[in-house]
């Protein structure tokens, strides 16, 4: 049986993703964003609970890189020595290029000075510089993990049921303040979000989801109102235990609660794909493009609001980010859609030069923003079958090119 054609932009696109990817990378540049915000008046409750609202996003991009893993490969085989040197290229050389951008940058600005060679590690590993590449690293973990399971629709419930209770467990004891002696405590430390103990939950979620796709699809597009509901549910009582907490930074990520509102994030963003409509041809083709350049965007951003948000500083309006909330909140929406565009700008720019693509680890092709063709029937997969209910994933093209599927955040 073929997929209901409303679900897809052009073969081979997932709407439920390009739709996750685009809000997922929007929630990481308004987080940042909202760090230049004044926390005077109506901003002292405003803004630090927006920014513990929009902790969904990198566990949003976890879920995705299951779901999207899983949906590409199925049980087919995989050539486990070419996907990890391909993810390798599209994980450690952006990671690593990125990290020098960023040291270099902090050498420049005076916000890292290491004494030698040597304290460069603690840089990175404290986050001082290029903080936020600790996602290469943890996606290049679940791709370790996507490689050495089994996949099949049991076996991800078999990790579904294992990965959950480890992250909520991790994350309880870590919200009780228990860290264990020896080397295991710099798991519970400040450097939590290197390891992908702390994600495995939602990992396993998103792979569950693309095995149970048809049915998670029908249910979603029946209760689109349900999973509504259960999100402006969710979101105000993690945000609560988040704040009762004085869970800030990394460390919101890391609560029971962060998990439940990422779930309830993706499941409203998938219930939403299944009402776009198959003609919102020029909505699917930019968020398309916008999803496609979501790893581009997450790695240069925060150098494009550096300037932005110093220009905004040090401009004509000094109320703009310190003043009263009807003056910063508008600041802060224009803020985020200039670190958007300025940073899909630099990424194009970097795509043309020599290595711009492997630096960046996106593809060459531009943004178009053109109308999609007409969506071809589904082709009936030679993956897998098995599992009472579960829907055949799509071929697994993937694995038949040898090349690596994409994670949740490229």
């Known amino acids: 049986m073929s997929e209901a ?3 897809r932009a052009v073969p ?11 809000l997922a990378m929007l929630a990481v540049l308004a987080i940042h964003a909202n760090a230049w915000m004044g926390r005077d008046g109506g901003g ?12 969904f996003c990198v566990p949003v991009f976890v879920i995705l890189t299951g779901y999207v893993l899983t949906r590409t490969a199925g049980t087919g085989r995989l050539d486990r020595a070419r996907f990890a040197r391909r ?17 270099a940058a902090g050498l420049l600005l005076g916000t890292a000075r290491p004494a030698s060679l040597l304290d ?10 290029g903080g936020h590449l600790y996602y290469l690293a943890v ?23 294992v990965a959950v209770p480890v992250q909520l467990g991790l994350s309880g004891l870590r919200a009780l303040g228990w860290v264990p002696g020896g080397p295991l405590g710099a798991v519970f430390g400040h450097q939590a979000q290197w390891f992908a103990a702390w994600w495995i939950g939602c990992y396993a979620a998103g792979s569950v989801a693309a095995w149970y796709h048809g049915p998670l699809r029908r249910l979603l597009e029946v209760h689109r109102a349900v999973i509504a509901l259960l999100l402006a549910l969710v979101a105000p009582l993690a945000v609560a235990d988040m704040a009762r907490a004085g869970a800030s930074g990394y460390d919101a ?10 779930v309830a994030v993706a499941a409203a963003l998938w219930a939403l794909a299944t009402a776009v409509p198959a003609g919102a041809r020029r909505l699917r083709a930019l968020l398309a493009a916008l999803a496609d350049r979501s790893l581009g965007v997450y790695l240069v951003h925060p150098l494009v609001l550096l300037g932005a948000g110093r220009l905004v500083q040090s401009g004509a ?5 310190e003043g009263p909330l009807w003056l910063t909140a508008p600041t802060l929406a224009l803020l985020v859609a200039a670190v958007l565009a300025g940073a899909l700008a630099a990424v194009e720019a970097l795509l043309r030069l020599p290595g711009g693509a492997l630096l960046l680890g996106e593809r060459r092709s531009g943004l178009q923003l053109a109308a999609t063709p007409r969506p071809s029937p589904h082709v009936r997969p030679r993956g897998p079958t098995g599992g009472r209910g579960v829907r055949s994933l799509p071929p697994s093209r993937f694995a038949e090119a040898g090349r690596p599927p994409p994670s949740g955040l490229d």
Not at 12 to 22: A, I, Q, S, W
Not at 90 to 98: C, I, Q, S, T
Not at 147 to 157: N, T
């Open 5 to 7: 054609p409303h679900t």
């Open 12 to 22: 081979g696109r997932l709407l439920e993703v390009d739709l996750g990817r685009c």
């Open 44 to 55: 002292a409750a405003v803004y630090p609970a927006l920014d513990r609202l929009l902790r």
């Open 87 to 103: 993810r390798a290229l599209r994980l450690a050389v952006p990671f690593a290029g990125w990290l020098l951008v960023y040291l």
């Open 120 to 129: 460069v590690p603690a840089l990175v590993w404290d986050g001082t510089a």
């Open 139 to 161: 996606a290049a973990q679940l791709a370790l993990l996507f490689a050495a399971l089994p996949r099949g629709p049991r076996a991800s419930l078999a990790l579904l049921a």
């Open 253 to 262: 990520f890391f609560r029971p609660s962060t998990f439940l509102l990422s």
């Open 317 to 321: 309006l000094p109320l703009a980010l």
